[in-house]
């Protein structure tokens, strides 16, 4: 994840609706107050604030807890639903919050995903999900400061090896930074570069202090190997050499230097000469 591109990380007292007992130790990072009951949705509503987010995989709690806001008229922060809604709750749903995400058909990244997602300094140049939507050719995206970005059909042009995109098939993985469409993947950053002006804007202001940075370096040694990140496992996850490319990892421990330096056939001090 491009951590060092994005806005301060803002921290937000967050509201998980869930019943299931295994699901909220995957959100622990971010400290959530568990609702399962409609006692506990009702005292939760009374204490929230404007900076809260609400995450909700139970509709009917869903549905209490537009019933119980728009009674106490209280000031929501953010609601993100991971469960089908219909156009009679997503209306007052609007009016409850100050900003909501959702999908039709369950295209949000897995819980322990999206916990990584939401919990990351750098989440707003992230996707969470998305819905297709066939009648007008679109993606609407959503990232993970719940802001919506819609993209034509058209954006997604067939690939160098002849790849074409499948509509039918999508999805968002790699934590947020890959959407994927059958067999044919395109980049989020790609899409925010094209789409975004504001993130165009700071790509372009870092861009040089990246370059000069260790991922930076590791990248271009790793591409110079016709290495993928997949290539270090067992001992790297690709996900792990993902985090320390883009800047993620402050802190390179000696051990993973030196399993870096001998799949790379070069000596630890020399990564971050290329």
Not at 228 to 237: K, M, T
Not at 253 to 270: C, F, I, S, W
Request: with cysteine; glycine share 6%.
């Amino acid at each position: 994840m491009t951590n060092n591109t994005a806005p301060q990380k803002v921290r937000w007292r967050m509201y998980l609706l869930d019943r299931s007992k295994k699901r909220p130790a995957t959100f622990a990072s971010l400290h959530p107050h568990v609702v399962s009951s409609l006692a506990e949705l009702r005292n939760s509503v009374t204490h929230a604030t404007g900076d809260s987010l609400w995450v909700s995989y139970a509709s009917d709690l869903t549905e209490e807890l537009v019933k119980n806001v728009l009674a106490a008229k209280p000031t929501l922060g953010l609601g993100l639903f991971i469960h089908s809604l219909d156009l009679d709750t997503i209306l007052p749903l609007g009016s409850c919050f100050r900003r909501i995400a959702f999908t039709t058909d369950g295209g949000f990244s897995s819980a322990e995903e999206l916990a990584e997602i939401l919990d990351a300094e750098n989440r707003s140049d992230l996707f969470i999900g998305g819905s297709v939507n066939r009648a007008t050719e679109t993606i609407t995206f959503w990232r993970g400061d719940l802001k919506p970005m819609t993209v034509p059909f058209s954006g997604f042009e067939r690939s160098g090896d002849g790849t074409e995109p499948d509509f039918d098939r999508f999805s968002v993985i790699d934590c947020g930074q890959t959407v994927q469409l059958g067999e044919y993947e395109a980049a989020v950053d790609a899409i925010l570069y094209e789409r975004d002006p504001e993130y165009r804007r700071r790509i372009a202001k870092t861009r040089l202090q990246e370059e000069q940075s260790f991922g930076a370096s590791l990248r271009r040694l790793r591409k110079q190997r016709g290495l993928r990140r997949e290539d270090f496992e067992p001992d790297l996850s690709a996900k792990t050499i993902t985090r320390i490319e883009q800047g993620k990892v402050r802190r390179i421990h000696q051990n993973t230097l030196k399993t870096l330096a001998k799949r790379l056939a070069v000596d630890p001090q020399e990564i971050d000469s290329f």
